[in-house]
């Protein structure tokens, strides 16, 4: 599993409440990545990083923030959560660029 | 940025029969291109994948074949088993930034 751990697993909010999803990796790994996933949509990518307070935005980055202090942890936050952000999230990492991306376990959001 | 088509979405194939799935890619700087497999409720775990500086690549009953210049790739699954049924997704890239996936084909195979 590369290491990768995220929390929570599973977490139910409500509209308008802010959320953070955490992302830990026990490797030092400099790569790390937030996607979405959605029923016909496959894997977006929300966020990355390249290393400590060095990330930017991927292709679907509206509605989040993600902050990365320590090397271990990349942190995703939405802000004000909506019902369109309902979806399963994937934390991944990768140890050399391009080379494959390895997953964590992923977070079910449901946002009611 | 890169765009990634995947077809079919679903494909139904016997067991023991063969599995291609394709996909075309628009960025002509992607130089690697990984396959994932996606089980029910787990997480997308790599197959195979290829760089574009070789055409073709094989890890027993899978393999790859990509086309720089029409920029496309397929997977091929030879003698398909019921172990696997599952999401495939295929994916492009180049450089740090994150992998573009195709949006999945869901391979079923007929006992």
């Known amino acids: 599993d590369a290491g990768i751990t995220q929390s929570p697993r599973h977490k139910v909010t409500e509209t308008g409440t802010p959320v953070t999803l955490r992302c830990h990796q026990t490797e030092n790994h400099r790569y790390m990545y937030w996607y979405r996933q959605d029923p016909g949509h496959g894997l977006r990518l929300i966020h990355y990083?390249?290393?400590?307070?060095?990330?930017d935005k991927g292709e679907v980055s509206d509605g989040y923030s993600v902050s990365r202090s320590k090397t271990e942890d990349f942190l995703l936050t939405l802000e004000s959560a909506t019902s369109s952000q309902t979806s399963v999230y994937f934390c991944?990492?990768?140890?050399?660029?391009?080379?494959?991306?390895?997953f964590g376990q992923g977070t079910r959001l449901t946002v009611v | 940025g890169e765009n990634v088509e995947q077809h079919p979405s679903t494909l139904s194939v016997q067991e023991g029969d063969s599995a291609v799935i394709k996909c075309t890619y628009s960025d002509s700087a992607s130089n690697y291109f990984p396959w994932y497999k996606q089980e029910l409720g787990k997480r997308p775990q790599l197959i195979i994948d290829?760089?574009?500086?070789?055409g073709e690549k094989k890890d027993q009953r899978i393999a790859v074949t990509l086309n720089k210049t029409a920029k496309h790739f397929s997977l091929h699954i030879t003698e398909t088993q019921p172990e696997d049924s599952a999401v495939y997704f295929c994916?492009?890239?180049?450089?740090?930034?994150?992998?573009?996936f195709g949006k999945g084909t869901h391979l079923i195979i007929q006992p």
């Open positions: 991944a990492i990768r140890i050399i660029r391009d080379t494959e991306a390895f």
């Open positions: 990083s390249y290393g400590v307070k060095d990330t």
């Open positions: 290829i760089r574009s500086n070789v």
């Open positions: 994916a492009a890239g180049g450089g740090a930034d994150g992998l573009t």
